[in-house]
Structure formats: structure tokens, C-alpha cells
């Protein structure tokens, strides 16, 4: 209960008015019952003043009559009394004026001074509210606890921020309320794993509970569940060779592998609104861009590692899988093909109509199970356009050396394919088998010469094998490093590499140096020039300095100078006495005569930068 009084004065400045009041707060309601009590009293002893008074008490703009007889000593004395119910503003707030008039009749107390403006309690609106949890994530529930100033407040809740608006409706009495933000809401955040959303508490009254009092509210964050993330669907990997199919395993160093990941948003019980900003795997410590839903890869190493993916969406929320990819070793098959002329019965003969054909092949029969390779021969004469003459050779199941013997004319040569296929591959390898070898033979027509094998085309055409010594090539007596770079040939090149480890022979680096044709001036060989160049001017200043004597007129003139000092140019001559014309003397005068010069001299010097002098030629016809 809100109280207090208020003090004032009469015309009779020995007496004094005071007024006492009181406020009652209805909170339902909103409004106060305010009191109010008039009192007089004399502030002097030994007098009493008596009589019929008569005045008014005003509470909040409205005036209560009040009269009749009182007698006023020095004690208090109650004159009137009045009270009104007085409403509170919508916020529970409320100021009033109290005061009061009044005057005795036929004395000196005919007039009162006594009022003031007073602040009543403010009534609570309203209701007070606390969460259970200042975070929640999307399809979880939280408590708003209610503290209500009444009991028959009522309340509304409402949840913005995250999409449509989701209310809750609070009966009278009840003091908590679950509220649930619904999973789905993620959809309205698709770039974030939060959320900031806003609970308001809204408090009613009256008969219908239709009367909004007051509202109060609290943030919560709401953030994405751990479950609402990108998935990854089944990954599968496609060997574009035969390895897997028939190893149940991948080939190190062979297998060519197109893994497809199918990375997805959430979809479960709704579509999620992010988005999949990236997906990679990791396999050997080697990362692969996943985004586009494959990528190839190369295993190179065998044994059994996890490829490991990672899908991320707009929120930066991820999935990871792992898959076991297994690796071993397998080693293709191989062949390679050797052919010699021979006779019908396989007896050599370079004149022969027919070859012997070795062929070498290897196969993988420990790494793949039940591994076999068959080997097939092709051949047909050079420059033919006909069909491949094919045979078999052999079915092979490990390692081997196969032979084929062939019909061969002796006047063609021809080339020859030999391949290998084995369980997961094939493999080929191909030579020319030059016609029947004869130490020479033309051409028929006389524009063709062969030697060491029958002429089959036009020019000259050398089946004999060139001899060599060790590695060296003789060409005309001369080694192929002396023939086309003899000693004081130049390299130039991009490569840093030496030329030493290209055509072999000892090379010296020219280094820092440009190179200058040779010629009359400069010698092939010869070296000069510098980094760095200097040049020199020079300045020669000449100063000439004399002076006139005689009088009425010059009669003579003696030239004096001061060697070594060009800066005394503008110096003064000192007055001297000379002797002159047959011994007489006469005195100099002060004036003095002078003349100045400057020279310029320069000399040449070289500005060639370093240089090596070589002979050069150029080509014009």
C-alpha cells in the first residue's frame, strides 16, 4: 500500500493544514482506492480557534464537499475525509493530484493552501519469464517458465525468427509451457548452424481474457540437430580395366578407377534448403576433388587402405564415410619379337623364303590365380595395304619362349606384330624382316640400290648392320663427334645441360661473355671487354691578368699572372713601381686589365661489354 502526506498553510499563519492519504493497488484490475484525511492544528499554545469551516478535498480532479462545526488547538484535528478508486495507465503507472481548501467563517482563518502531485505504486502488467535453456535445437523443446502478477492473468507465447510465427496459449493458473521449435525450421537458415530466434510472453485479463496488459521477452538460439547433415549414398568404384574383375582386387600401378559419391543434403522427413558446397576424398595421403560427384584415381600401392569422403554443405555441417580399397601387385604380360630368314626346314639362310620367329613372353601367374596368355603372330609386307596374314602361337601359363616358323618371300620385307593377351590385358611388340640378304642388288628400273638385301624401293637402301667401336660411330674415318663437332665448335643451347653428357668429348662454359664475329680488328679466340665502364671529362680554365702604367695614356705594360691559381682570377693586382723608357720610374696604376678562358678536352674510351671472338657463318644459299 502506497501512502504519505502533504503539509500546507491557512491565512492564520498560526495554523496549519496537513493532509494524509492512502492507495490500496488492485492488480487485476489496475487501479488504486486512494484515501485522503484533512487535519488542522494551531503551532502556538494558550489559543483555539473555533467555528463552521467548510471547504473541498480533490483526489485526482474530483472535488468532495466537505462542513460543519470544529474547534482547532494545537493538537491535530481531523476536519474531512474523501476517497476515490483511481485506474492505472495500461503500463500500470499513475500520478494524481492531491489537495484540499477550506476556511473557517468570521475569523482569520478563512482560506487553506495545501496539495500536491503524487506518484501511486505502479501495479505490475506484465508477467515475468524465464527459459529453461538460452539454446535449442531445431526439433527440441524448452520450458518458459511463467511468474504472473495475478492468478487470473493469462498468457500467450510466441516464438519469431525462424520462419512463421509459432504460438502457445497459457491458461489462467498455469505457470510453465513447453514449446518446441520444429525440426523443419533448419530450412529457413540454410547458410548457418544457428539461428536466433525471439519468445514473447503475453499477458491478458479480463472476464474473456481478450485484454492485453503487457508483453515481456527472451532470445534463444536455435541450432541445427547433429542429425540434419549431408549424406553420402553408396560409393562405387569402376576399374576401366579387367583387374578387378579378375583379381576381386585392384592393380597397383595399372588399375584406372572411377569412383562415383553421391552426396546429397538432408532428405529424410524434409528437404533441406543448404546446399552441398564440397565433397573430397582422401586415399594414400592424396586428396580428390569430389564436387562434381567423381573423380579418377590411380592405386599405386598394394595392400588394404580406407579412402576416406567428407561431403560438406552450406552450413558447414559434413558427413564422412570410409570405404576399404584393396590393392595388389600384378605385372602385365610382355612379349617381345626376334625374326631371321631360313629355309623351308627352319635351316638359317639369309636367302631363305621363309623366317624363324622367336618369341619371348612373360605372364603374372602368382599374383593372378589361373592366369594364361595367348600369343598371337601378324605379319604382312611393308607398304602392303592388304589384311594381316594372323597365327597362332601358343597358350602360355607362366614365363616362356615361344617359335613360329612363316612363309617369307625373299624379295619383300616385311613387318612383323607379336601380342599377348592374358586374362586382363594385352600387350604387343613389332620388328621388319628385311628381305633375302644379297651383298648387293639394284633395282630394277636403275633407280635403286640395296645392300646386304634385295632392292625393293628407290634409292639407297642399307640392311648390313654398321659396325661400331664401343660406343663411337665412324663416319668417312671420323668419329660422329669429331665429324660434326670437331674441336672449337660452339654449343648453344636453352638446356643448361653440358653437351658432354650429349655427344660426349671434354666442353669448356663460356660464361658472362657475348660472342663477336671474328675479323680483322678481333681474333678468333681472343677475349675483352668489361662489366662495368667509366668515362672522363675534362675542364681546362685559363685566366690572364695585367696591368697598364704611364701617364695621360698608357706608355707601357707589364702582364703579370699567378700560376697554379685559376680560382684567384678575380684578384686584385697590387699596385707596383717598375722602371721604364730609359730608367724612368713611374708608378702603376691601381686599374687592372683581365681576360678568362674555359676549354673543354675529352678523350675516347671502350664501352665493348665482355666478349668471346668466334667465326660465324651464314647460310644464303
Request: charged residues 15%; proline residues 3%.
Amino acid at each position: 500500500m502506497a501512502s504519505g502526506s502533504i503539509s500546507g498553510s491557512t491565512s492564520n499563519r498560526y495554523i496549519v493544514a496537513q493532509i494524509n492519504w492512502q492507495a490500496s493497488a488492485n492488480v487485476s484490475g489496475n487501479y488504486s482506492d486512494v484515501s485522503a484525511q484533512l487535519f488542522y492544528r494551531r503551532t502556538n499554545s494558550g489559543y483555539t480557534t473555533s467555528g463552521t469551516i467548510g471547504g473541498v478535498i480533490d483526489i485526482d480532479g474530483t472535488d468532495y464537499g466537505y462542513g460543519g462545526h470544529v474547534s482547532i488547538g494545537t493538537g491535530w484535528v481531523q476536519v474531512a475525509s474523501a476517497s476515490k478508486r483511481v485506474y492505472h495507465n495500461n503500463d500500470g503507472t499513475k500520478g494524481i493530484w492531491i489537495g484540499a481548501t477550506g476556511g473557517i467563517s468570521g475569523t482569520s482563518m478563512s482560506s487553506t493552501s495545501c496539495g500536491s502531485g503524487v506518484n501511486l505504486d505502479t501495479i505490475p502488467r506484465a508477467s515475468g519469464m524465464s527459459l529453461s535453456t538460452s539454446n535449442v535445437a531445431a526439433g527440441g523443446s524448452f520450458t518458459v517458465n511463467i511468474s504472473p502478477h495475478s492468478s487470473g492473468f493469462s498468457h500467450w507465447i510466441d516464438i519469431t525468427g525462424v520462419g512463421d510465427q509459432i504460438t502457445y496459449e497459457v491458461a489462467a493458473g498455469v505457470t510453465s509451457c513447453t514449446c518446441t521449435i520444429p525440426k523443419k525450421r533448419v530450412t529457413t537458415f540454410p547458410n548457418s548452424q544457428s539461428a536466433q530466434a525471439t519468445v514473447f510472453l503475453n499477458t491478458k485479463t479480463g472476464s474473456g481474457h481478450d485484454t492485453k496488459i503487457g508483453v515481456v521477452s527472451q532470445a534463444i538460439t536455435v541450432t541445427v540437430p547433429s542429425d540434419v547433415k549431408p549424406s553420402i549414398g553408396s560409393v562405387t568404384l569402376a576399374d576401366a580395366t579387367k583387374a578387378y574383375s579378375v583379381m576381386g582386387a585392384y592393380a597397383a600401378s595399372f588399375s584406372q578407377v572411377t569412383a562415383t559419391v553421391p552426396a546429397s543434403v538432408y532428405h529424410t522427413d524434409f528437404t533441406d534448403t543448404a546446399t552441398i558446397k564440397s565433397v573430397s576424398a582422401v586415399y594414400n595421403s592424396t586428396t580428390y576433388d569430389a564436387t562434381s560427384g567423381t573423380f579418377k584415381f590411380y592405386p599405386n600401392a598394394a595392400g588394404t587402405a580406407n579412402m576416406t569422403i567428407t561431403a560438406t554443405d552450406s552450413r558447414g555441417m559434413t558427413a564422412i564415410v570410409t570405404k576399404a580399397i584393396t590393392v595388389k601387385t600384378y605385372s602385365p604380360p610382355t612379349v617381345s619379337v626376334n625374326a631371321s630368314r631360313c629355309t623351308s626346314s627352319g635351316t638359317a639362310d639369309d636367302t631363305g623364303a621363309y623366317a624363324n620367329v622367336t618369341i619371348p613372353a612373360t605372364l603374372d601367374s602368382t599374383n593372378v590365380s589361373g592366369n594364361s596368355a595367348t600369343v598371337t603372330l601378324q605379319y604382312r609386307p611393308i607398304g602392303s595395304t592388304s589384311a594381316w596374314t594372323s597365327v597362332s602361337v601358343g597358350t602360355i601359363t607362366k614365363t616362356q619362349t615361344l617359335t613360329k616358323r612363316i612363309s617369307a618371300s625373299d624379295t619383300q620385307a616385311f613387318d612383323l606384330v607379336a601380342s599377348i593377351t592374358d586374362k586382363i590385358t594385352s600387350n604387343s611388340a613389332a620388328m621388319t624382316l628385311s628381305n633375302a640378304q644379297v651383298p648387293l642388288d639394284f633395282l630394277k628400273g636403275g633407280k635403286g640400290i640395296a645392300v646386304g638385301k634385295t632392292a625393293t624401293r628407290e634409292g639407297l637402301d642399307i640392311a648390313f648392320p654398321i659396325y661400331v667401336e664401343g660406343r663411337k660411330v665412324y663416319v668417312d674415318g671420323k668419329t660422329i663427334l669429331d665429324k660434326f663437332f670437331p674441336i672449337g665448335k660452339t654449343w648453344i643451347s636453352t638446356d643448361p645441360t653440358s653437351p658432354a653428357s650429349i655427344v660426349g668429348g671434354s666442353w669448356e662454359q663460356i660464361k658472362d661473355r657475348f660472342l663477336l664475329a671474328a675479323g680483322s680488328t678481333f681474333s678468333a679466340g681472343s677475349t675483352g671487354g668489361s662489366a662495368t665502364h667509366e668515362h672522363w671529362y675534362g675542364f681546362v680554365l685559363c685566366g690572364y691578368y695585367g696591368n697598364f702604367v704611364g701617364e695621360n695614356g698608357p706608355v707601357g705594360a707589364l702582364q703579370r699572372g699567378e700560376n697554379g691559381k685559376p680560382a684567384g682570377m678575380s684578384n686584385r693586382l697590387a699596385d707596383v713601381t717598375v722602371t721604364i723608357n730609359n730608367g724612368t720610374q713611374k708608378s702603376t696604376h691601381s686599374d687592372n686589365s683581365a681576360r678568362y678562358e674555359s676549354r673543354a678536352v675529352t678523350s675516347s674510351n671502350s664501352s665493348m661489354p665482355p666478349y668471346f671472338v668466334v667465326y660465324m657463318w651464314q647460310r644464303i644459299a
